[in-house]
Nanobody
């Protein structure tokens, strides 16, 4: 079983950049497809990005495509989410998740393990 801990959240202004990190422990990291989700106040949690086991394949939600990039370092058991050109509507708690399934996963149900989340607030 893998444990996930996110970090890097904070308060930024619109147009700024922020990098989130997710550290994994307790499992063989390279065996997991990784994903990022977010949940804004009074909204359901939504998919942000997914990354294959090798890191070669990525998939992004339309709302972040071209602004966010996810990548992983299997030697350090970490996955990161680089967020550029942030908008107020990006304000949310961001979660990383791990999946034992093959291929990038876009649904919450495709993930088996979740971090506790980190808050990102973008002011206008």
């Amino acid at each position: 079983q893998v444990q996930l801990v996110e970090s890097g959240g904070g308060l930024v202004q619109a147009g700024d950049s922020l990098r989130l990190s997710c550290a994994a422990s307790g499992g063989t990291f390279s065996r997991y497809v990784m994903g990022w989700f977010r949940q804004a106040p009074e909204k359901e949690r939504e998919f942000v990005a997914s990354l294959s086991r090798s890191g070669m394949l990525t998939y992004y939600a339309d709302s972040v495509k071209g602004r966010f990039t996810t990548f992983r370092d299997n030697t350090k058991n970490t996955v990161s989410l680089q967020m550029n050109s942030l908008k107020p509507e990006d304000t949310a708690v961001y979660y990383c998740a791990a999946s034992v399934k093959l291929g990038v996963q876009k649904q919450e149900s495709g993930y088996d393990y979740w971090g506790q989340g980190t808050q990102v607030t973008v002011s206008s």
